[in-house]
C-alpha cells in the first residue's frame, strides 16, 4: 500500500502569520490537532493543538495577537505520497512523530498521514501499535 492511498487528502493549512486562534479555530471546526504551517506556497512549519496550549497560552501569549510562527514547529518531516506505507512507518518511528505532511512530486503538501490512519491499514495494526509504544517510551 502506498501513503496517498492513506493519507487524509482535505488538507486544511494555516499561514504563518496568522493568529494562534485563528489556527485554533480551524482545528475546531474540522475536528483536528495539527496544521501544516504556510508562508505563501511554501511549508515552513507544523502546529499542534499542544504546541498553542504548551507555547503559548502556558506562556501567556494573547491568542488574538500571537502569530502561528511563534509556537509552531520549525522542522517538518514529510512522506512522499508515492512512498510504501512502510517508509511513513519507519519515519515516524525514527523521528519519535506521530503525523508526517505528504508531499507531492513538487515538493508541495497534499495530505497527512497520521499514525491513527496507518493503523487503520489491513495488516498494520500490530505493527502501528509497536511504533506507539516507541514513541511512548521515554528516551
Avoid: F, W
Avoid at 4 to 20: H, R, W, Y
Avoid at 45 to 65: E, L, Q, S, W
Avoid at 118 to 124: M, N, R
Avoid at 129 to 135: A, D, H, N, T
Amino acid at each position: 500500500m502506498r501513503v496517498g492511498e492513506l493519507m487524509t487528502k482535505s488538507l486544511e493549512t494555516i499561514e504563518v502569520d496568522a493568529p494562534l486562534r485563528a489556527a485554533a479555530e480551524r482545528m475546531r471546526s474540522y475536528g483536528i490537532g495539527a496544521l501544516p504551517v504556510m508562508d505563501g506556497d511554501q511549508l515552513v512549519g507544523m502546529v499542534t493543538d499542544r504546541d498553542i496550549t504548551v507555547r503559548a497560552t502556558a506562556a501567556g501569549k494573547d491568542p488574538n495577537r500571537t502569530p502561528v510562527r511563534e509556537a509552531m514547529t520549525h522542522v517538518v518531516i514529510t512522506c512522499d505520497e508515492d512512498a510504501p506505507l512502510s517508509e511513513a512507518e519507519h519515519l515516524m518511528e525514527e523521528k519519535a512523530v506521530r503525523r508526517l505532511v505528504v508531499i507531492d512530486t513538487y515538493k508541495k503538501p497534499v495530505g497527512l498521514i497520521s499514525l491513527d490512519d496507518v493503523a487503520t491499514a489491513p495488516g498494520e495494526a500490530r505493527h502501528a501499535g509497536e511504533v506507539l509504544r516507541e514513541l511512548n517510551t521515554p528516551q
